[in-house]
């Protein structure tokens, strides 16, 4: 393991390595895309350094790998999900726009994507020549073997672009990036690689592509085959010392054979290239310096340092909310809430240690006590709200950041500021207030480096809207909790009184019935032949007074998974994405909702998902003043079966009728969004639950949509009492 700069170590925790925007445009338009499949939206990603390393760290990190390491991208991004996918990308975009470190001069990345391209293709054609069992890790060490240069560009930004503007040769880079910055673009990589706990070859073929000739030949064949691909890009002609060095690292390789696999893979990675609108070089042209990032003189700057900052937190804004709003509907935790906030913090402004303390609004105290997956010492204090104790109290009363380098900082560093520093492994701290809507609900504590905080000034709105966004989730989160919990107590309530009443009003007969057995038992002969019936006939007496009296406990909790009181559920969705959804957009919602319970034999996660990507498909669509009606009808009889009707209506622009179609088929393998994706899931969840589907619409008049909710079984209603299933 090499022990790397800070800066680049913090680049390469992060994931952050430049993508060209060419391919994010492609991405954010595949993703948006209904047809695009997982596979498709695979071979594009594979297309880019950036974005593997970002789909990579993200899939192999704690959070989200379960077993063995992910090597391919596929799976990696089945495992991230669409939701995350998406965020990914529209981070990766918004990054360019409020990222502090872009150089004064600009940088031609063409021929860095096109070689670290047509290196991939050659590796993977020669995995496949000579029956390589993972052809696909080939691919991806190829394309990753230069990813360094990436991560110094963003690392180390303007020394590094002085370091290329006058390197003749990427061999002579190698030693020139070791004397300055204390090491090279390869053990960088190298050192990616062993983040993600890959195999040990596959960090290997980064390592080693500048390797010496007669130590190849001694490696294994992952890395001997990404640096022969390199070797192979790298000439015109191929020596015949090339050649024979092939043949004793795989045998049987030949000078037409290797000039064969070359030419197909560089025809491969033209087809690529210009599908994402890559200029691809020609390598034989390009010199010794052949595939380096190009610095092509000063910068341009074609928008004001303010305009940009106003358009950073506009658009920045807009990303913040996107992944926690899409993803707070399937949440079911406060921990699942706070990993959500981890996530999107690491995501988007590269907070990758960071700790929450919530506040007690009974005691003015804060404290991360029951809060997993940070250190101890946040769940062992209770910090008072006094400015002077630390800074997390001062940002929660000032309602505003502060950080271990403010210009106004406390006159005595307090000592739990230090060793909430040293819990996170850093030499300073930044406090990000969550702000809801009627207070404060805790404290963001971030470490922080002093050379992360010289270059975070221009993110300090996003990180504050990123604390009040925060903050809301939490609020609304447990405002839905307590009303789903007052509910349930008032529901509890109502059933223990009936309880009493049945308990008093049942005791009394069954008393009586059994003083009259008594009475019998001692009038009858002593050879009568039923006294074995009147033992049994007590017994059974006692036995349902004893059912009877249980009645006044307390009833099992019903099982989430079988049946879910929908007018209840949709009550607390509303609650929670109404304002977000709908208010805030100008868009006016109707409701119909019937008193009583309905209960629908359906999953309670499955029903959020359709009800949410139904809500967000038609808040998108629909225009400031336009109507969207929300009803449930309950006692529908279709085909002899009783049902509960979900119906949508609005008077927007209409759906196409590849949008209607996606409602009407199982798309596990398909992708989308903002419309696309939230159809295709509806579309695949109303299949698996078997839920008839209508839908009617018409351009400018507007779209119906109707779901019909198999009703719990009257039997199990009736069961379970009044107004709940047993």
């Known amino acids: 393991m090499y022990s790397l700069p800070e800066p680049i170590r913090q680049v390469i925790e992060s994931g952050r390595v430049p993508s060209p925007p060419q391919v994010l445009l492609r991405l954010l338009q595949m993703v948006d895309d209904d047809t695009t499949t997982m596979a498709k939206l695979a071979a594009l990603v594979e297309q880019d350094p950036g974005l593997c390393t970002r789909v990579l760290t993200a899939a192999n990190s704690p959070a989200i790998r379960r077993g063995d390491p992910l090597h391919s991208i596929e799976n990696c991004l089945i495992a991230l999900g669409t939701r995350l996918v998406r965020s990914i990308a529209t981070c990766l975009s918004v990054q360019s726009l409020f990222d502090e470190r872009t150089a004064a001069r600009s940088v031609d990345l063409s021929a860095f994507w096109t070689h670290s391209l047509l290196t991939a293709e050659l590796s993977r054609s020669l995995a496949v020549s000579i029956g390589f069992h993972r052809p696909d890790e080939a691919y991806l060490a190829g394309l990753l073997h230069d990813v360094g240069e990436l991560i110094l560009l963003s690392a180390v930004g303007e020394p590094y672009l002085a370091l290329l503007a006058g390197c003749p040769s990427e061999v002579e880079l190698s030693e020139r990036e070791t004397a300055q910055f204390g090491a090279d673009h390869g053990q960088i990589g190298t050192w990616l690689a062993d983040q993600w706990h890959l195999d040990s070859p596959f960090a290997d073929g980064i390592l080693f592509h500048h390797a010496p000739a007669e130590q190849i030949v001694t490696a294994a064949q992952l890395p001997q085959m990404v640096w022969l691909a390199h070797a192979l890009i790298s000439c015109d002609e191929l020596p015949e010392e090339l050649v024979i060095l092939a043949d004793k690292m795989f045998g049987d390789s030949s000078k ?246 049945v308990v008093h009003e049942a005791g009394n007969p069954l008393t009586i019935i059994k003083g009259y057995l008594r009475i019998l038992d001692g009038k009858l002969p002593q050879e009568a032949g039923v006294r074995h019936e009147l033992t049994v006939l007590t017994e059974e007496i006692d036995r349902v007074a004893s059912i009877v009296r249980h009645l006044s406990a307390a009833p099992e909790v019903r099982d989430e998974d079988k049946a879910v009181d929908i007018c209840e559920l949709t009550r607390e969705l509303l609650m929670l994405y109404r304002e977000a959804l709908f208010d805030a957009r100008g868009i006016s919602i109707e409701t119909a909702l019937p008193p009583q319970p309905s209960w629908v034999a359906c999953d309670r996660d499955s029903i959020k998902q359709i009800l949410l990507n139904l809500w967000k498909n038609a808040s998108e669509a629909l225009s400031r003043g336009e109507r969207f009606k929300l009803s449930l009808t309950a006692d529908i009889l279709h085909q002899g079966r009783h049902f509960t009707e979900l119906r949508i209506e609005d008077n927007g622009p209409g759906m196409s009728e590849a949008a209607m179609s996606a409602l009407h088929r199982s798309g596990d393998d398909r992708l989308g969004t903002p419309r696309g994706i939230g159809l295709s899931i509806v579309g695949t969840l109303v299949h698996r639950l078997e839920i008839p589907v209508t839908c009617r619409s018409k351009a400018g008049y507007g779209t119906m949509i109707s779901l019909l909710l198999p009703t719990l079984d009257r039997a199990a209603r009736q069961g379970g009492g009044e107004g709940k299933p047993g």
């Open 256 to 501: 037409s054979q290797l000039s064969t696999l070359r030419d197909q893979a560089e025809r491969r990675m033209c087809v690529l290239a210009d599908a994402i609108g890559i200029p691809h070089v020609n390598e034989s042209v390009a010199g010794g310096s052949m595939g380096l990032p190009r610095v092509i003189g000063a910068r341009r700057e074609t928008v004001e340092p303010d305009a940009r900052g106003q358009i950073a937190a506009i658009i920045g804004n807009k990303a913040l909310m996107q992944p926690l709003q899409q993803g707070l509907g399937t949440l079911e935790t406060n921990a699942e809430v706070l990993f959500a906030l981890r996530e999107s913090a690491r995501i988007l402004f590269d907070l990758n240690r960071l700790a929450f303390l919530i506040c007690d609004p009974l005691n003015d105290r804060l404290s991360g006590k029951g809060i997993a997956g940070q250190p101890p010492i946040f769940g062992q204090v209770t910090l008072p709200l006094e400015a002077h104790r630390s800074l997390a109290a001062a940002a929660v009363l000032d309602s505003e950041i502060r950080s271990s380098y403010d210009a106004e900082a406390l006159p005595a560093k307090p000592l739990m500021d230090v060793q909430f520093a040293r819990a996170l492994s850093s030499t300073g701290l930044m406090c990000i207030p969550m702000i809801g809507h009627n207070r404060t609900i805790g404290v963001i504590v971030a470490g922080l480096s002093a050379d992360q905080h010289s270059r975070g000034d221009r993110r300090l709105p996003c990180l504050a809207n990123f604390g009040r966004i925060a903050g809301v989730t939490l609020e609304s989160w447990r405002e839905a909790q307590d009303a789903r919990e007052q509910a349930k107590d008032a529901a509890s309530a109502r059933f223990a009184q009936q309880a009493r009443r």
